[in-house]
């Protein structure tokens, strides 16, 4: 090889062999875009999940626990949210917020969001679960459907009280914006009647304990009770209600909805002032 060519050959390979280097220590490891996928997914899903940031343009890139975060909000105080949120998941070291503030900024709407889907969800379930704890309602005959906060019953109801009951717990639901009572009236053995038989087999073997819980998950899933102002109590099965609400009509309602717990016998609410 002539020297020219060899002078020119050589820092040529260098340069290769340097790049090819770089390359290949530049390159995630298999593990670590395990991470970053792992990572930006939970910071996404927590954005989706948020009141304030689920309806917000916003997109999520990890690398090396570094979040780059894209997108515009209407708030400073929202592109302040969604730093703190991605600062807060395990093994993020930094943050790049390039999310722009517009005051006059429109979310799209389009299809139904993740964290709605979610909201509906959760709505169905909280119902379905005061349907279960009540010892008037058979939650088995009873379908719960939720759209956008709108609630739907559908099925049977052995009595019209039972129905009306089943329409209450589902409105006094948190994150309900209505409820459509489709309920049809069965007066046939082993609707609500089976429900009522199995409270007085089962009657009792159940707990205080259970009885407190569910009692105390009635009122904090309520959306016109505090429920975390009230201390639940029970003994026997008679619960004790104690606190301060703010009206009559809050503590009425608090005294309804312990009472139809399955097990509850009765409910003493002297200290439960307003």
Same mark, same amino acid.
């Given at each position: 090889m002539n020297k020219p060519l060899q002078k020119l050959f050589i820092p040529s390979i260098a340069?290769?062999? @340097? !790049?090819t280097i770089s390359s290949f220590i530049m390159a995630a490891?298999?593990? *670590?875009?395990?991470?970053?996928? %792992?990572?930006?997914? *939970?910071?996404w899903t927590t954005y989706a999940l948020s009141p304030y940031l689920r309806a917000n343009d916003i997109k999520v890139s990890v690398v090396d626990g570094k979040a780059t975060l894209t997108g515009t909000v209407e708030e400073a105080v929202n592109k302040d949210l969604a730093t703190a949120i991605a600062m807060g998941v395990n093994g993020i070291k930094d943050v790049d917020n390039k999310i722009d503030v517009r005051a006059d900024y429109q979310p799209t709407k389009s299809e139904r %969001?993740? &964290? +709605? *889907? !979610? /909201? /509906?969800?959760?709505? @169905? @379930? $909280?119902?379905?679960s005061k349907l279960l704890w009540s010892k008037y309602t058979n939650s088995q005959s009873i379908k719960?459907?939720? #759209? /956008?906060?709108?609630?739907? #019953?559908?099925?049977?109801?052995e009595t019209e009280?039972?129905?009306?009951?089943?329409? %209450?717990?589902?409105? +006094?639901?948190?994150?309900?914006?209505?409820v459509e009572n489709k309920l049809v009236i069965n007066?046939?053995?082993?609707?609500? &009647?089976?429900? =009522?038989? @199995?409270?007085?087999?089962?009657? /009792?073997?159940?707990s205080d304990s259970w009885i407190t819980t569910k009692v105390k998950s009635t009122l904090l899933y309520s959306s016109n009770v505090?429920?975390? +102002?009230?201390?639940?109590?029970?003994?026997?099965?008679?619960? $004790?209600?104690? &606190? =301060?609400l703010d009206t009559g009509v809050e503590r009425a309602l608090a005294v309804e909805l312990a009472e139809n717990v399955r097990g509850v016998k009765s409910v003493q609410a002297k200290t439960l002032t307003n």
């Open positions: 340069l290769l062999a @340097s !790049m490891t298999p593990e *670590q875009e395990i991470t970053n996928a %792992r990572q930006e997914s *939970q910071i %969001r993740y &964290g +709605d *889907q !979610m /909201d /509906d969800l959760a709505i @169905s @379930s $909280t119902i379905k719960v459907n939720t #759209l /956008d906060g709108k609630v739907t #019953l559908e099925g049977n109801a009280e039972a129905k009306k009951l089943a329409g %209450r717990l589902a409105k +006094d639901t948190r994150g309900v914006r209505a007066k046939t053995p082993g609707i609500t &009647g089976m429900a =009522k038989a @199995s409270t007085k087999e089962v009657g /009792d073997v159940i505090k429920g975390s +102002d009230i201390e639940v109590t029970t003994n026997a099965g008679v619960v $004790t209600l104690s &606190g =301060k």
